[in-house]
Protein backbone atom coordinates (compact mmCIF):
# COMPACT_ATOMS: atom_id res chain seq x y z
CA UNK A 1 0.00 0.00 0.00
CA UNK A 2 1.33 3.16 -0.82
CA UNK A 3 1.45 6.36 1.22
CA UNK A 4 -0.91 7.93 -0.46
CA UNK A 5 -3.67 5.09 -0.59
CA UNK A 6 -2.95 5.21 3.24
CA UNK A 7 -4.23 8.86 3.21
CA UNK A 8 -7.02 8.03 1.45
CA UNK A 9 -8.01 5.45 3.47
CA UNK A 10 -7.63 7.81 6.93
CA UNK A 11 -9.62 10.40 5.63
CA UNK A 12 -12.23 8.48 4.12
CA UNK A 13 -12.21 6.22 7.52
CA UNK A 14 -12.06 9.00 9.81
CA UNK A 15 -14.85 10.94 7.81
CA UNK A 16 -16.97 7.93 8.16
CA UNK A 17 -16.42 7.81 11.62
CA UNK A 18 -17.84 11.22 12.44
CA UNK A 19 -20.92 11.03 10.40
CA UNK A 20 -21.60 7.29 11.20
CA UNK A 21 -21.59 9.46 15.09
CA UNK A 22 -23.87 12.14 13.72
CA UNK A 23 -26.46 9.73 12.72
CA UNK A 24 -26.44 7.55 16.20
CA UNK A 25 -26.68 10.86 17.62
CA UNK A 26 -29.93 11.83 15.11
CA UNK A 27 -31.07 7.99 15.88
CA UNK A 28 -30.93 8.77 19.81
CA UNK A 29 -33.10 11.96 19.20
CA UNK A 30 -35.68 9.99 16.61
CA UNK A 31 -35.68 7.30 19.29
CA UNK A 32 -37.11 9.90 22.20
CA UNK A 33 -40.03 10.77 20.12
CA UNK A 34 -40.74 7.23 18.35
CA UNK A 35 -40.65 3.87 20.25
CA UNK A 36 -37.89 1.63 18.23
CA UNK A 37 -38.80 -1.22 16.28
CA UNK A 38 -36.56 -4.34 15.40
CA UNK A 39 -35.52 -2.83 12.32
CA UNK A 40 -34.57 0.52 13.89
CA UNK A 41 -32.66 -1.86 16.39
CA UNK A 42 -31.19 -3.92 14.07
CA UNK A 43 -29.67 -0.92 11.86
CA UNK A 44 -28.12 1.08 15.29
CA UNK A 45 -26.33 -2.90 15.87
CA UNK A 46 -25.07 -2.66 12.89
CA UNK A 47 -23.93 0.41 12.03
CA UNK A 48 -21.98 0.35 16.09
CA UNK A 49 -20.28 -2.92 14.14
CA UNK A 50 -19.25 -0.98 11.09
CA UNK A 51 -17.90 2.13 13.75
CA UNK A 52 -15.94 -0.59 15.88
CA UNK A 53 -14.32 -1.94 12.51
CA UNK A 54 -13.91 1.61 11.37
CA UNK A 55 -12.21 2.72 14.34
CA UNK A 56 -10.42 -0.97 14.68
CA UNK A 57 -9.14 -0.19 11.39
CA UNK A 58 -7.97 3.69 12.00
CA UNK A 59 -5.96 2.19 15.20
CA UNK A 60 -4.24 0.03 12.87
CA UNK A 61 -3.30 2.14 10.27
CA UNK A 62 0.08 2.65 11.76
CA UNK A 63 0.93 -0.80 12.19
CA UNK A 64 3.14 -2.17 9.38
CA UNK A 65 1.43 -5.23 8.89
CA UNK A 66 -1.93 -2.89 8.02
CA UNK A 67 -3.54 -3.64 4.61
CA UNK A 68 -1.63 -7.00 4.40
CA UNK A 69 -3.33 -10.58 4.03
CA UNK A 70 -2.45 -12.37 7.00
CA UNK A 71 -2.61 -15.92 5.23
CA UNK A 72 -0.14 -14.83 2.05
CA UNK A 73 1.05 -11.58 2.75
CA UNK A 74 -0.63 -9.72 -0.41
CA UNK A 75 -1.58 -6.15 -0.30
CA UNK A 76 -5.27 -5.90 0.56
CA UNK A 77 -6.58 -3.38 -1.96
CA UNK A 78 -7.65 -0.10 -0.44
CA UNK A 79 -11.26 -0.95 -2.10
CA UNK A 80 -11.63 -3.45 0.11
CA UNK A 81 -10.18 -2.41 2.65
CA UNK A 82 -12.56 0.47 2.30
CA UNK A 83 -16.06 -1.89 1.58
CA UNK A 84 -14.58 -4.25 4.84
CA UNK A 85 -12.34 -2.04 7.13
CA UNK A 86 -11.86 -4.83 9.50
CA UNK A 87 -10.48 -7.62 7.03
CA UNK A 88 -7.03 -8.77 7.69
CA UNK A 89 -7.72 -11.12 4.93
CA UNK A 90 -7.85 -10.32 0.99
CA UNK A 91 -10.28 -11.33 -1.56
CA UNK A 92 -8.75 -14.83 -2.65
CA UNK A 93 -8.16 -15.81 1.04
CA UNK A 94 -11.24 -14.71 2.29
CA UNK A 95 -13.13 -16.47 -0.28
CA UNK A 96 -10.83 -19.68 0.62
CA UNK A 97 -11.51 -19.50 4.27
CA UNK A 98 -15.49 -19.29 3.51
CA UNK A 99 -14.97 -22.28 1.44
CA UNK A 100 -13.23 -24.25 3.75
CA UNK A 101 -15.81 -23.84 6.71
CA UNK A 102 -18.69 -24.64 3.74
CA UNK A 103 -17.05 -27.91 3.66
CA UNK A 104 -19.05 -29.94 6.23
ZN1 LIG B 1 -4.38 -13.49 1.06
Same mark, same amino acid.
Given at each position: ? @?? #? !???? &??? @?????? #?? @??? #? &? !??? #????? +???GGPACTNWRQDTKERLADLRAAVNRMDDADFGVC???GEDIPPRRLLAVPGTTLCVACKSEQ +???LAIP
Open positions: M @TA #A !DRRT &LFR @TFTEEI #AS @TLA #A &L !DRF #AEFQE +EASREC +EHA
